[in-house]
């Protein structure tokens, strides 16, 4: 577990830094990060990675995502704030948005097109129809260069996690959705993989 945080971590400025850098300063804005503070990355590399373990905590009954950066802020931050369910930075916009998104790509992008996806994209090519529109939309701006394609990284991902993921578990390993909730058991409002490929939507209770 220690050897894949550091990893992840020396990996940052490839995926999570370098989509917060290309958004914010889109729009001219500069982005301030505290976490990836110098002196907390030290104390955070130091703590054992068991106490990083969802297992090592839990929530009214059911295990809490980083367990000991919440224990910390007790005292300071409301209970309601403080253990609240985590959510990745792409969900916290809201269920609805990333469904509406889902939905829009779906209608987008034809089966045909689909099928087509390696001949249209060589290129790190789509897996999804969603990443097939977001796709669709990049190629608008830079006009099929396939160099400004080979700058961001693809592959498949869960929870918008690293490729490396996929080997963590079984069940990750026929997943491609790079929303949170995909991954089973972890969120309240969780999708449920084998209704969504037939179309369908609900919570996990």
């Known amino acids: 577990f220690h050897d894949e945080t550091v990893r992840k971590l020396g990996d940052l400025h490839l995926y999570d830094c370098l989509r917060a850098n290309k958004s914010m300063s889109a729009w001219g804005v500069e982005a301030r990060v505290p976490f990836l503070d110098t002196a907390f990355i030290d104390v955070a590399m130091g703590v054992h990675p068991r106490h990083k373990m969802t297992s090592a905590w839990h929530h009214r009954g059911r295990p809490i995502e980083k367990g000991v950066l919440r224990k910390a802020f007790e005292g300071y931050l409301p209970d309601e704030v403080l ?4 959510e990745q930075f792409s969900d916290g916009v809201g269920y609805g948005w990333i469904d509406a998104l889902k939905d829009t790509a779906e209608a987008a992008v034809s089966d045909g097109a689909m099928a087509n996806a390696a001949k249209t994209y060589p290129v790190g090519t789509p897996a999804t ?36 993921a996929i080997e963590w578990d079984r069940s990750f390993r026929d997943q491609a959705d790079p929303s ?7 969120h309240d409002d969780a999708v449920d993989i084998d209704l969504k490929k037939e179309g369908g939507r609900r919570p996990i209770p």
């Open 83 to 86: 253990w609240r369910q985590k």
């Open 129 to 164: 129809k969603e990443a097939f529109f977001y796709r669709r939309l990049f190629d608008e701006v830079f006009k099929g260069d396939a160099r400004a394609a080979s700058t961001v990284p693809t592959g498949k991902s869960v929870a918008c996690s690293s490729a490396v």
């Open 180 to 186: 949170g909730r995909a991954v089973l058991g972890v």
